[in-house]
């Protein structure tokens, strides 16, 4: 089967040893149970040309095995680091719910004018996120690209993708270790389609990061 112009496929990483709460920043690594989801997952929507990933190790680590295993480039990108969640670091949102419940409910409501305290606008981490999009597209045509990344970024770029408003950020079904698959068989900007490979293993809200 030909490779379209663009295939880049997005992976959110798996479950981690935090549990469910606003990660954001935080470096937590794999629960074995998140692992093997995303080692399921890259065995049964590959293969690809090589390997982008944020560098937390929660994306980082499974992207640098399966890239010495199948000899793969892999890169690096910085701006696929999930949001920065400020105050809200760590924090679950059944603790926030009895803390900070008003302030919760905004934030589910209205994410892009109600951020956490001291999180990074909204606003900042769509810019950096879509440059990031931006640059893989540029330097994916012709390949099979596995982005190995995060829900909140994942949700912008589906938005992108859909030419959907910022607004729906959290509207958006991203479970832990699902897949998505982007392609243009025109190339990057002609018609870009989505479709969802293997999104079954988790909720939308509880692992936000």
Known sequence: MPVPSLQIDLMRHGQTTGGFAF????????????????????ERHGPWDRIITSPLRR????????????ALPLALEPDLREMHFGAWEGRTAAELMETEPDALGRFWEDPLNHIPPGAEPLVD???????AWR????????????????????????????????SDLLGLEVP??????ITA?????????????????GPIREGVA
């Open 125 to 131: 981490f769509r810019d950096r996120v879509l440059a």
């Open 176 to 181: 832990h270790a699902c897949l998505y698959r």
């Open 135 to 166: 640059r893989v597209c540029e330097s994916a045509m012709g390949e099979r690209v596995l982005l190995v990344t995060h829900g909140g970024v994942i949700r912008l770029i589906l938005l992108h993708v859909q030419q959907r408003p910022l």
């Open 23 to 42: 990660r954001g920043s935080l470096d937590d690594a794999l629960t074995h149970q998140g692992r093997a989801h995303m080692q399921a997952g890259y």
């Open 59 to 70: 994306c980082a680590a499974p992207a640098r095995d399966w890239a010495g295993a199948d």
């Open 185 to 201: 068989p025109g190339g990057a900007g002609q018609g870009l389609q989505v479709m969802a490979l293997g999104n079954d293993h």
